[in-house]
């Protein structure tokens, strides 16, 4: 029997360049992988036909698997466990981390190692963000262009790796999800019909964010964050009543309340992250949030990804993508 074994981690989607589509590309944005939590698949040939899943988001691993087995030509029986995975529509990448571990390994049991816009396509993934595909290929903050109409995986124009100190502290409330799915996909389609006017991200993005991630300096990284995280909050206001999903805002009111300068939602939220420039910063930050949250808050001091997506088979590891 060949067994393979894909981990990958979750990501934090930091925001888009261009949600409306005034420009040439839509969507587009940038973002970082975190680990914990991550999603770990065993997928494995065995006689017979067709697929069998066990374990974690059993249905939504079926789906994918189902369709990376046909993508990539497997004949034979497949069977798949979903040893470990992020926890659903808390804007952590769940789908897009399961989906593309199922076909990566899905690839290796075919014996072809394609490239990330090919994983893409085979789990159906990466339709407006990109950033979940290109956090799978490789460590580092990622920044995509954006689609443009009919496209698929949007074009990866940077890649930065996190300083080796700085930490996350990850909040997510328990209990409550994100928006997604159809509701996401209305959502979209009447921001691009009454599009308001274009997002400052950019802007911030390129003479804020990332000098101050290259120089290492957390105070201008994070005040640019803090204020990309509002810009694009107050277009997603309608929707999810207010700059930050409800469960969410007490959060980054908490972390900015702790002295903590780049905080914002991953995606629609749920989840909260305050990111700061080391370990024990991290730690005492966790540790007063957890009082000021409360039990229905779960939280913990992540890292951030440093080595992409991991496949291994027959006692052997390698990146995966």
């Not at 979903?82 to 926890?87: D, F, G, K, N, T």
């Not at 990111?275 to 957890?290: H, K």
Request: one cysteine or more; proline letters at 7%.
């Amino acid at each position: 029997m060949t067994e393979i074994i894909v981990t990958a981690p979750a990501r934090l989607h930091f925001g888009m360049l261009d949600p409306t589509g005034l420009g040439a590309r839509r969507f587009g944005g940038f973002g970082v992988g975190v680990e914990p939590p991550r999603v770990v698949v065993v997928v494995s040939s065995r006689p017979g036909d067709g697929v069998i899943v066990c374990g974690s988001q059993a249905e939504r691993a079926t789906a994918f698997a189902a369709r990376a087995r046909a993508a990539f030509g497997l004949s034979g029986g497949v069977e798949v466990n979903v040893r470990e995975a992020i926890p659903p529509h808390s804007g952590l990448g769940s789908g897009t981390k399961l989906g593309l571990a199922i076909a990566r390994a899905m690839a290796a049991l075919s014996g072809s190692a394609p490239e990330p816009e090919q994983l893409a396509e085979a789990s159906g993934r990466a339709a407006r963000s990109s950033v979940g595909c290109w956090t799978f290929a490789a460590p580092g903050l990622v920044v995509e262009a954006g689609v443009r109409d009919g496209g698929s995986v949007s074009p990866l124009v940077g890649r930065y790796p996190m300083p080796e100190q700085w930490r996350c502290v990850l909040a997510l409330p328990l209990g409550v999800e994100g928006l997604s799915g159809h509701a996401e996909e209305r959502f979209f389609r009447r921001l691009h019909d009454s599009p308001a006017a274009e997002p400052r991200v950019s802007r911030l993005l390129l003479t804020a964010l990332l000098p101050g991630l290259l120089r290492g300096d957390i105070e201008e990284f994070g005040a640019a964050l803090t204020e990309i995280q509002r810009e694009i909050g107050s277009m997603f206001a309608a929707q999810q009543g207010g700059a930050f999903h409800p469960r969410a805002a007490p959060l980054v009111d908490a972390l900015l309340a702790l002295g903590v300068g780049a905080v914002g939602q991953s995606s629609w939220g749920p989840s909260v992250y305050g990111i700061v420039d080391s370990p024990e910063r991290a730690a005492e930050v966790a540790g007063q949030l957890r009082i000021a949250a409360g039990a229905g808050t779960a939280v913990e001091v992540v890292d951030f990804d440093r080595r992409g997506a991991w496949i291994a088979g027959g006692g052997s590891g390698q990146a995966a993508a």
